[in-house]
């Protein structure tokens, strides 16, 4: 076994309790003691049996009695400071590790496909949306939720004639929320909506739009919602709606702040809409309990469809 002393090593032979060194200072067995570790530790140079041995000590918070009695006695004695570092190595650590962790994150960008990478990172303005100029899905196509397809047929009317609602001041609703459980065919159907109207169909995530970033899913709404006025008449579709619309101030923990930014984003795009903009805004949930009451104020998601299971008759329909 080796100890460290100054500049080199102080090989030890074998360990002792404090009692006992003190014992073996007593009967003046110590020749000398080396102090490591700012005192805390111990190693001394003992005459056993007319043998010399360096046996190590680990030494209680105080030790003044041992350092009266040495001094008494006339052993040597010899206090050992630790080794500072060198301040180069700090300062190459302080540099290297930010450095070695951009090339980490650079390195894993470039490897994944199409060198998108890391979410959050790099293309952090661009919405993850699908533009589908014609769904090819109509009505007919979805069997089992008859009446969800009469509720919306208000709006296939609106988006193909928008010039004859505007001239009696009918007042056409900007969002609809599909409500129901999954796999109930809500995504199928705003696709049919966008199809029997046939205008484009803008598709996308909301749990797309949350990444590491404060400020990132803001500006994806903003996106998506440019390229919708550019394309007017349109649908946009957020599924998941859930994911950033759930009411605010539940105490989700750290990522709170990006989801209420991307929340509040798409209310202010919603509200900015004129009534003749041809936008409509279809989200789809699950928990259309947990949404934000903002989000089902008139002029935004007052429009809700419910997208049940089908019944019996609508079962064979789907069979058929």
Do not use: W
């Given at each position: 076994?080796?100890?460290?002393?100054?500049?080199?090593f102080?090989?030890?032979?074998?360990?002792?309790?404090?009692?006992?060194?003190?014992?073996?200072?007593?009967?003046?067995?110590v020749?000398?003691?080396?102090?490591?570790?700012?005192?805390?530790?111990?190693?001394?140079?003992?005459?056993?049996?007319?043998?010399?041995?360096?046996?190590?000590?680990?030494?209680?918070?105080?030790?003044?009695?041992?350092?009266?009695?040495?001094?008494?006695?006339?052993?040597?004695?010899?206090v050992?400071?630790?080794?500072?570092?060198?301040?180069?190595?700090?300062?190459?650590?302080?540099?290297?590790?930010?450095?070695?962790?951009i090339?980490?994150?650079?390195?894993?960008?470039?490897?994944?496909?199409?060198?998108?990478?890391?979410?959050?990172?790099?293309?952090?303005?661009?919405?993850?949306?699908?533009?589908?100029?014609?769904?090819?899905?109509?009505?007919?196509?979805?069997?089992?939720i008859?009446?969800?397809?009469?509720?919306?047929?208000?709006?296939?009317?609106?988006?193909?004639?928008?010039?004859?609602?505007?001239?009696?001041?009918?007042?056409?609703?900007?969002?609809?929320?599909?409500?129901?459980?999954?796999?109930?065919?809500?995504?199928?159907?705003?696709?049919?909506?966008?199809?029997?109207?046939?205008?484009?169909?803008?598709?996308?995530?909301?749990?797309?739009?949350?990444?590491?970033?404060?400020?990132?899913?803001?500006?994806?709404?903003?996106?998506?919602?440019?390229?919708?006025?550019?394309?007017?008449?349109?649908?946009?579709?957020?599924?998941?709606i859930?994911?950033?619309g759930?009411?605010?101030?539940?105490?989700?923990?750290?990522?709170?702040?990006?989801?209420?930014?991307?929340?509040?984003?798409?209310?202010?795009?919603?509200?900015?809409?004129?009534?003749?903009?041809?936008?409509?805004?279809?989200?789809?949930?699950?928990?259309?309990?947990?949404?934000?009451?903002?989000?089902?104020?008139?002029?935004?998601?007052?429009?809700?469809?419910?997208?049940?299971?089908?019944?019996?008759?609508?079962?064979?329909?789907?069979?058929?």
């Open positions: 076994m080796q100890q460290p002393g100054g500049g080199g102080q090989r030890v032979t074998g360990r002792v309790t404090y009692s006992r060194l003190l014992e073996f200072v007593d009967e003046g067995s020749k000398r003691v080396d102090f490591y570790d700012l005192g805390r530790t111990a190693v001394a140079t003992v005459s056993v049996g007319g043998r010399e041995q360096q046996l190590v000590c680990d030494l209680p918070g105080a030790t003044t009695g041992l350092i009266e009695k040495l001094t008494a006695k006339g052993i040597s004695i010899e050992h400071q630790p080794e500072k570092p060198n301040p180069l190595f700090n300062v190459l650590g302080d540099v290297a590790f930010p450095l070695l962790l090339a980490g994150l650079l390195f894993l960008r470039s490897r994944a496909p199409g060198g998108g990478g890391i979410p959050g990172f790099g293309n952090q303005g661009q919405a993850k949306i699908m533009i589908t100029p014609e769904t090819g899905v109509k009505f007919e196509d979805v069997a089992g008859d009446e969800a397809k009469e509720e919306l047929m208000e709006i296939v009317d609106f988006l193909k004639a928008p010039e004859r609602f505007v001239k009696v001041g009918a007042k056409i609703p900007r969002g609809v929320l599909l409500t129901g459980p999954p796999g109930t065919g809500k995504t199928l159907m705003a696709k049919a909506l966008a199809g029997e109207s046939g205008v484009p169909f803008i598709q996308s995530s909301a749990s797309e739009f949350i990444e590491l970033f404060v400020g990132v899913g803001a500006s994806r709404v903003r996106d998506i919602f440019k390229q919708a006025k550019e394309k007017a008449p349109c649908i946009v579709f957020i599924d998941e859930d994911a950033i759930r009411q605010r101030g539940a105490g989700m923990g750290g990522g709170n702040d990006e989801r209420e930014q991307t929340l509040n984003q798409i209310l202010t795009e919603m509200d900015g809409f004129e009534g003749n903009s041809g936008v409509i805004v279809v989200a789809a949930t699950n928990r259309s309990d947990i949404l934000d009451n903002a989000l089902l104020r008139p002029g935004r998601f007052d429009r809700r469809v419910q997208v049940g299971l089908p019944d019996v008759q609508g079962r064979a329909q789907i069979l058929e």
